[in-house]
């Protein structure tokens, strides 16, 4: 697309400053402006009032009037016409999905009849001037659909390394009532340490029926196996995980566990609860994690009998990755990569609407923003190095060899002096 260069856009925002009015309106205005003008000089050969019949291909032809609405309001702009053919543009073509999806949802607000004074500060947030008709929420909503359905129903492959699930809570208008609704979120790292977004579902509870439905999809896409599945403790999203996936080990989150672990100790016990069980997740072995679990459980046996229950009894769950390449181990311990990327994006940009007015709505809205954010995985840097790009030079270096046994235990302390 066309771009202005530095000193366009100095000019224009210095001529603002010195002026009046809406200053970010304006500006946002007069650079759209500029750059139809520049489109239009390109596809027309030469520039405004320059005479050179060689490189004409076309004639201007005046301006036709087009409204346009932004988050900074409704913009009046004047679109170039060409004589010989159409004025093409890519300024209106770009506007981000993102954008429209939130716009249509709060145009949905308004004509459905639940206009709040909610609703209108909502709308005071984006511009005191936008202003949509029923015609316009249609035509951003048909133009949706058919990208989300193609993103939700794209063929998977076969197999990723690890799969990630977890749901996140969104408050949403049904039947005249306002209910929390789970979003079921799974992503994969495929063999070259990529992540994926593969599936999203709006379900009306988080239970092992809506679990079972949102992998069946999965596997219905393409999705065959995976090496490791990681997600909370919810006993019916592991139990339709197994059965979507047979023999394929479980990580439950350690974020999870430790939460769990630390709301059975009063807030003056905390920190101290919390630093000894670091302890047991920076061990390099199952073996020591465990032994360290063990101290601390008959520590908290007569004052917390319940801390000292779930190290006893549920640990084990915790300890899976211990299993799995050293160099994944706090990557693929936690739901992390749900929890702290897509979750806090998503639910920081949901606070604007508050309460979206129907589950479709919401769907629309998440999936958008999940396809912006997909995109952005797949063409940028991968997650992890799946396989360690000096892994072959370490194996073969001896000394690196019997230093690594050390550490494990294999020599013993008389063997070292030896060496």
């Known amino acids: 697309m066309t771009q202005l260069n530095n000193k366009s856009i100095q000019a224009i925002l210095q001529e603002e400053l010195d002026r009046d009015g809406d200053f970010l309106k304006e500006v946002v205005r007069r650079i759209m402006q500029q750059l139809m003008e520049e ?16 490189k004409r291909k076309a004639n201007r032809n005046g301006y036709k009037p087009r409204s346009f609405n932004t988050r900074v309001g409704k913009l009046l702009l004047a679109k170039p016409q060409i004589r010989e053919f159409s004025f093409q543009t890519q300024l209106f073509a770009n506007y981000q999905r993102s954008e429209k999806a939130q716009l249509s949802t709060i145009c949905q607000m308004v004509t459905d009849g639940v206009s709040t004074n909610r609703v209108k500060k909502i709308v005071g947030k984006l511009s005191p001037d936008l202003i949509y008709s029923k015609s316009t929420v249609s035509r951003i909503t048909q133009e949706l659909e058919p990208q989300i359905k193609c993103w939700q129903e794209e063929k998977l492959k076969d197999y990723y390394t690890y ?8 408050y949403v208008r049904e039947n005249y009532q306002v209910v929390s609704s789970p979003l079921l979120i799974t992503l994969g790292v495929d063999k070259n340490g990529h992540r994926k977004i593969l599936g999203v579902d709006l379900a009306l509870e988080e239970s092992y029926q809506s679990y079972k439905k949102h992998f069946e999809k999965l596997k219905e896409r393409g999705l065959k196996q995976v090496d490791l599945t990681i997600s909370d403790d919810h006993k019916g999203l592991i139990k339709a995980q197994q059965e979507a996936f047979p023999h394929t080990p479980h ?11 630390l709301s059975y100790v009063p807030y003056k ?18 073996k020591m994690a465990q032994d360290i679990a063990q101290l601390i459980a008959q520590e908290y046996q007569t004052s917390y009998p319940k801390v000292s229950r779930m190290l ?22 936690t739901t992390n990569l749900i929890e702290g990327v897509l979750n806090k994006d998503l639910k920081q940009r949901s606070k604007v609407i508050g309460i979206f007015p129907n589950s479709q709505s919401c769907l629309r809205y998440v999936c958008l923003r999940l396809m912006e954010i997909d995109e952005e995985w797949q063409t940028g840097r991968r997650y992890m190095k799946i396989i360690k790009e000096d892994q072959d030079s370490q194996e073969d270096d001896p000394l690196l060899c019997e230093i690594k046994q050390i550490k494990e235990g294999v020599k013993t302390k008389e063997e070292l002096v030896a060496i």
């Open 251 to 261: 990580q439950r989150c350690i974020g999870h566990f430790v939460r769990n672990v």
């Open 312 to 333: 006893e009894e549920e640990l084990e769950f915790t300890l899976t990755y211990l299993d799995y390449p050293q160099h994944h181990w706090r990557k693929i311990r």
């Open 269 to 286: 016990e905390k920190r101290k609860l919390a630093d000894y069980l670091k302890q047991i997740f920076n061990s390099p072995s199952s």
């Open 163 to 170: 799969l990630f699930t977890d749901a996140v809570y969104f």
């Open 39 to 54: 489109e239009r000089d390109q596809q027309v050969g030469v520039l405004s009032h320059q005479r050179d019949n060689n």
